[in-house]
């Protein structure tokens, strides 16, 4: 943490490159469960104005240093009154996409982390603990088979580079394959594999 934000990342003429303060940080994490601990050892407090009253979704909000943090989580289901958080990409992007509007109106997030437990695969040098950026996301169970859909399914985008800020973090980069079953088919195995995850 450095100057006024939160990070930092310095780029010089001869490399074409810049540098930039990020004070304002989205963090996204799923379940309660997995925000709790980092919501109360940075003392954030939730922001019931947030999101639409109409939404599951909760807002926890504060700073660290001079930086502005929001942590969102995807609430609870309240449809089926089953009161299990709301996991998988469909919670996810309602609630990620509500959130970068919010804070657009007032001082738009510079840097939106997807936070959670995730897996890793030996094959790609991943261990547990590892911390990684990445290079692009993918779905892995969102199969439509139908001529022109498969591309579409598979919804792979590049991420923006992130290189740098991965060599000042000792992070590693890889591929974020998703989708919505916890379970495991070989047919995700194969859509994995093809994603390069």
Do not use: W
């Amino acid at each position: 943490m450095h100057g006024r934000g939160c990070i930092y990342r310095e780029r010089h003429h001869k490399t074409n490159s810049f540098t930039m303060t990020i004070s304002n940080v989205l963090i996204a994490i799923a379940m309660e469960a997995e925000a709790s601990p980092f919501v109360n050892h940075l003392n954030l407090t939730i922001d019931k104005s947030f999101f639409p009253p109409e939404s599951p979704f909760q807002a926890f909000r504060g700073k660290h240093n001079s930086c502005d943090l929001t942590v969102i989580t995807n609430g609870k289901d309240t449809v089926l009154n089953t009161n299990v958080d709301n996991v998988g990409t469909v919670p996810a992007a309602v609630a990620t996409f509500l959130a970068l509007q919010k804070l657009k109106e007032t001082d738009p997030a510079h840097l939106l982390i997807n936070a959670g437990t995730c897996g890793g695969f030996q094959r790609k040098g991943a261990e547990i603990g590892d911390v990684f950026l990445t290079t692009s996301v993918a779905n892995h169970d969102r199969r439509i088979p139908i001529p022109g859909f498969v591309p579409y399914g598979i919804g792979k985008i590049e991420s923006t580079s992130v290189e740098n800020l991965a060599s000042h973090l000792n992070a590693k980069l890889g591929v974020c394959t998703t989708g919505n079953s916890l379970d495991f088919h070989e047919v995700d195995s194969h859509h994995m594999l093809g994603n390069d995850a």
